[in-house]
T-cell receptor, first 114, second 112 residues
Framework: NAGVMQNPRHLVRRRGQEARLRCSPM?????VYWYRQLPEEGLKFMVY????????ESGMPKERFSAEFPKEGPSILRIQQVVRGDSAAYFC????????????FGSGTRLTVV | AQTVTQSQPEMSVQEAETVTLSCTYD???????LFWYKQPPSRQMILVIR??????QNATENRFSVNFQKAAKSFSLKISDSQLGDTAMYFC?????????FGAGTQVVVTP
């Protein structure tokens, strides 16, 4: 039973390009969460999604960032027109559903903007 | 809004000794969960221990145990018989209504 799969593991983008980060939740999990970890800091909540629904996006920057979790396929975190300050590790976690706090984390995607 | 505070940026402990990491939180929720996660240099987030707020008994997982003081909103982690492999960042986290919120972390360094 594969865990939470994130890809790519490392992503390098030039300023102004788009970054797409993918997260496939654990089998049987229908809830996905995205977190950002800046160097030497803790994980900051970004967005919480169910299939085809955004439940809580209170941690998402208002511009350039978007997330989706379609009916089929992985969850995608999209960052448009990346800037140096977007360089960070982005983690995805999944859980079976609301009320079940059995979170499983992926290994993260390290985004470097040059 | 909930907040999680870890006031110790770094702790050093010798092998086989015991270290205690502090965590306090603030919430108006009555039902919630508390967690300690470990992040070694590999960056993988590893669950160490979990506590449901409605349970009075402190959770224990092998060498890891917590002291949960609900009234004081305190959730400390004790690592007993420390091993070199325990060297990592340790994050305290709070969850209610789905999302996890993390503290800033405590770097634990275990020395021979």
């Amino acid at each position: 039973n594969a865990g939470v799969m994130q890809n790519p593991r490392h992503l390098v983008r030039r300023r102004g390009q788009e970054a797409r980060l993918r997260c496939s939740p654990m089998k049987g999990h229908s809830h996905v969460y995205w977190y950002r970890q800046l160097p030497e800091e803790g994980l900051k909540f970004m967005v919480y999604l169910q299939k085809e629904n955004i439940i809580d996006e209170s941690g998402m920057p208002k511009e350039r960032f978007s997330a989706e979790f379609p009916k089929e396929g992985p969850s995608i975190l999209r960052i448009q027109q990346v800037v140096r300050g977007d360089s960070a590790a982005y983690f995805c976690a999944s859980s079976p559903g609301q009320g079940d706090y059995g979170y499983t984390f992926g290994s993260g995607t390290r985004l470097t903007v040059v | 809004a909930q907040t999680v505070t870890q006031s110790q940026p770094e702790m050093s402990v010798q092998e086989a000794e015991t270290v205690t990491l502090s965590c306090t939180y603030d919430t108006s929720e009555s039902n919630y969960y508390l967690f300690w996660y470990k992040q070694p240099p590999s960056r993988q987030m590893i669950l160490v221990i979990r506590q449901e707020a409605y349970k009075q008994q402190n959770a224990t997982e092998n060498r890891f145990s917590v002291n949960f003081q609900k009234a004081a909103k305190s959730f400390s982690l004790k690592i007993s018989d420390s091993q070199l492999g325990d060297t990592a960042m340790y994050f305290c986290a709070f969850a209610s209504w789905g999302k996890l919120q993390f503290g800033a972390g405590t770097q634990v360094v275990v020395t021979p």
